[in-house]
């Protein structure tokens, strides 16, 4: 693509940040700066791209000769970096969300209008192969007009409130992560309502939210990453039903009603006919151009498509899918989702940011989450010879799935439990599945007593702490007894895989 006009980016947090570095070579965009507080990630950093600028100072950072900065710094430092870059003359990229409070929204939206730059927001999900079909689909009035849809961003995140994003335990080790270990699921509302804007066009209007309380083992109390549903009222009068968060199973389903057709969109499949009793076909979604190298961008092609449309937006004065209005209300559904929670689900209706008067409304409005403190989950007279380890024992313990397959507590949970349903398991591939699981609980035992052991050691210093009652808890819920009794659980596990069983063909 070397015929494409060349865009100087910068990027502003290096961690999430990085991701985009293989998008930005095939696209002629050249990354000439990099920034972040962090020396691990600016070394990172400079093994991609050697030849950068690299600075910790965020002012010698904007002051370096590029054309446009591409923000993945904290979740809530996105508004004040946005403008200071706008300030600074610069284009600008940034992470989801746009900003943290509805103040902030204001001066961000004021910002990009005084600076006259092009603001996008980083928002991938809407351009996956899918949902940039299903969203060719819609404008060719395939699907008439929205009805209604069901979409999900069900994530587990829980072992990412004890790291970095590259997965390194947070240091120092007694504190959890500084905003994944409470923020509110709402927040990320973008995930999952985004693709429905994006594909019908359609604007949130009004949010419902009711509160939720449980989370699964192993968060802090008070953390948001539990189960938080949406309803949202479009602009048509069409009703989303949106949910984010963390449970004991991710979704990402994405279905969707018109007046024509409906779509299960992560299955390609659409019913024709503008009735229940339509026909229902299979399709095979296509990319419309780069479709090779968007497939390699990760996130589903969701990160080369948006530095596409950004780079057009600056260099080819193409209006871009996520502008500064748009942007704003996908976040303000989020922030006012939160608001409505407060209200035990009554509906908040969402401003539209398009307006001044409406804005002159929310300019002094600060109002955000409130919060644990997570630098002080455990008291502030604490042995940190014994608390400095809780993130690295969380991690330990809480290890996500990986290639190599299920580590940790979920290792443990799914290999237990599956041995109580095994009889009842169809089909010798799952089976087999439990057998595997089994051994590999059997073969790291004494590795996962010891994490256990230390885990509890932990707990049991600082029972009353946030952090002391997080550990106890995971470890209760994950057969803690079973594990640290290796002996006994040793021979269980050597008696359960050597007993015949008719329904497993060995």
């Given amino acids: 693509m070397s015929d494409k006009p060349k865009l100087r980016l ?12 293989e998008s930005c070579r095939y696209l002629n965009i050249e990354i000439v700066a990099g920034c972040d507080t962090s020396e691990h990630m600016r070394e990172k950093f400079h093994e991609m791209v050697p030849k950068a600028f690299l600075t910790a100072d965020e002012d010698e950072f904007l002051q370096y000769d590029m054309d446009a900065v591409l923000i993945a ?86 072992s990412l409130c004890y790291t970095y994003i590259d997965d ?13 270990s409470w923020l509110n699921a709402h ?28 989370l699964i083992p192993g968060y802090i109390e008070g953390a948001g ?64 151009s780069m479709g090779e190298a ?31 209005y748009r942007s704003c209300d996908v976040t303000l559904t989020g922030i006012m989702a939160i608001r409505s929670q407060e209200l035990d689900g009554a509906p908040v209706e969402i401003p539209d940011f398009r307006r001044k008067e409406v804005r002159d409304k929310f300019r002094n409005d600060h109002r955000s989450q409130q919060h644990f403190d997570p630098r002080a989950i455990f008291p502030a007279d604490q042995d940190t010879a014994i608390t400095g380890e809780f993130s690295r024992v969380m991690c330990e313990t809480d290890a996500l799935s990986l290639p190599d397959g299920l580590k940790g507590c979920i290792l443990v949970r799914a290999a237990f439990d599956g041995m109580k349903l095994f009889d009842e398991i169809e089909g010798d591939a799952d089976r087999y599945r439990v057998v595997a699981l089994v051994q590999k609980v059997l073969a790291q035992l004494p590795h996962l007593a010891d994490v256990y052991r230390r885990g509890r050691a932990i707990a049991d210093a600082y029972p009353d702490s946030l952090g002391g009652r997080a550990m106890r808890d995971l470890l209760d819920n994950y057969y803690y007894d079973k594990i640290i009794d290796e002996e006994t659980t040793s021979r269980e596990l050597s008696a359960w895989l050597g007993t015949p069983r008719p329904t497993l063909k060995r």
């Fill in 168 to 180: 390194t335990p947070i240091e120092p080790g007694y504190w959890a992560h500084h905003w994944r």
């Fill in 187 to 214: 927040y990320y509302c973008t995930h999952s309502l985004g693709p429905v804007m994006q594909i019908t066009g359609r604007r949130p209007i009004k949010v419902c939210a009711p509160r939720t309380t449980p």
């Fill in 73 to 158: 710094t904290f979740f809530t430092s996105h508004a004040a970096h946005s403008i200071k870059a706008l300030d600074a003359g610069k284009h600008v990229l940034c992470e989801v969300t746009s900003f943290f409070t509805p103040a902030e929204g204001v001066a961000l939206v004021e910002a990009v209008e005084r600076s006259g730059k092009v603001y996008q927001l980083a928002e991938n999900y809407p351009f996956r192969k899918d949902c940039l079909y299903f969203k060719r689909l819609w404008e060719q009035g395939i699907f008439g007009d929205l009805i209604y849809a069901e979409f999900d961003y069900l994530h587990e995140c829980r």
């Fill in 225 to 288: 990453w539990g189960v938080t549903p949406e309803l949202i009222t479009m602009d048509n009068g069409a009703l989303v039903r949106n949910l984010m968060g963390g449970a004991s199973g991710d979704s990402h389903r994405m279905d969707i009603w018109g007046t024509h057709a409906s779509a299960r969109i992560a299955q390609s499949e659409i019913r024709l006919g503008g009735s229940g009793h339509g026909q229902v076909l299979k399709l095979n979604p296509r990319w419309d």
């Fill in 294 to 324: 968007a497939e390699k961008a990760g996130h589903g092609g969701g990160d080369f498509w948006e530095l596409e449309f950004f780079r057009r937006a600056i260099l080819e004065n193409q209006p871009g899918p996520w502008d500064i």
């Fill in 10 to 21: 910068g990027i502003w947090g290096l961690g999430r940040g990085s991701n985009f570095i």
